[in-house]
């Protein structure tokens, strides 16, 4: 059984830095795509950035490029969040995928989440 275990979210404000961190455990997933989706309160769950297998391909929403970096060391994978935002607030769910890009019908596996809030 995998199990993703996020940590590293918490309350900033506007133009602080964050780095979430995500732990896989159970198996190697070094097969797999990882990332990050956010969601907010009723609305849909969103790609944030991903990061393929081989750790040097890299995919980014365009309200986070330039800000934000992912990477991946052996079963953890990394986001930094700079520059952030109100609009960054939400919860941040890692995600594992055999495929890539990473489609949100397509993820095996899920953590449960960490909050982000940031105050302006």
């Known amino acids: 059984q995998v199990q993703l275990v996020e940590s590293g979210g918490g309350l900033v404000q506007a133009g602080g830095s964050l780095r979430l961190s995500c732990a896989a455990s159970?198996?190697?997933?070094?097969?797999?795509?990882m990332g990050w989706f956010r969601q907010d309160p009723g609305k849909e769950r969103d790609l944030v950035a991903a990061i393929k297998w081989n750790g040097y391909t890299t995919d980014y929403a365009d309200s986070v490029r330039g800000r934000f970096n992912i990477s991946r060391d052996k079963n953890t994978v990394y986001l930094q969040m700079n520059s952030l935002k109100p609009e960054d607030t939400a919860v941040y769910y890692c995600?594992?995928?055999?495929?890539?890009?990473?489609?949100?019908?397509?993820?095996?596996?899920w953590g449960k989440g960490t909050l982000v809030t940031v105050s302006s």
């Open positions: 995600a594992a995928s055999g495929g890539y890009p990473l489609l949100l019908r397509y993820i095996e596996y």
């Open positions: 159970g198996r190697t997933l070094s097969a797999y795509a």
